[in-house]
Nanobody, 120 residues
Framework: QVQLVESGGGSVQAGGSLRLSCAAS???????MGWFRQAPGKEREGVAV??NVGRITYADSVKGRFTLSKDNGLQLDSLKPEDTAMYYC????????????????????WGQGTQVTVSS
């Protein structure tokens, strides 16, 4: 069992920045870990994910604005109102993906989420 705890959400104006962190209770030798988000009335979508060798995959909507680091911290820059959502940290362990998928169904462990609100 892996426990994930997110932190760092908040409210900012458009163009602002936030940094999200995710603390994991354990890491397997091979894993995928990353961030997903869910806006009100919308399905949860993948934002950015990283595997154990540091290969990162970004959703097209955040490329050039969000940066995922090896410790699974997510830097959110140039925020837009459409980035408003609950952001979740997730991981799957014990599977070696050459490139981690952005499909939420591939991830077994989830945090409780942290809210990001961007005002115009």
């Amino acid at each position: 069992q892996v426990q994930l705890v997110e932190s760092g959400g908040g409210s900012v104006q458009a163009g602002g920045s936030l940094r999200l962190s995710c603390a994991a209770s354990a890491y397997a030798t091979v894993y995928c870990m990353g961030w997903f988000r869910q806006a009100p009335g919308k399905e949860r979508e993948g934002v950015a994910v990283i595997n154990n060798v540091g290969r990162i995959t970004y959703a097209d909507s955040v490329k050039g604005r969000f940066t995922l680091s090896k410790d699974n911290g997510l830097q959110l820059d140039s925020l837009k109102p459409e980035d408003t959502a609950m952001y979740y940290c997730a991981t799957t362990q014990g599977v070696a993906w050459p490139r981690c998928p952005l499909d939420e169904n591939r991830y077994k462990y989830w945090g409780q989420g942290t809210q990001v609100t961007v005002s115009s």
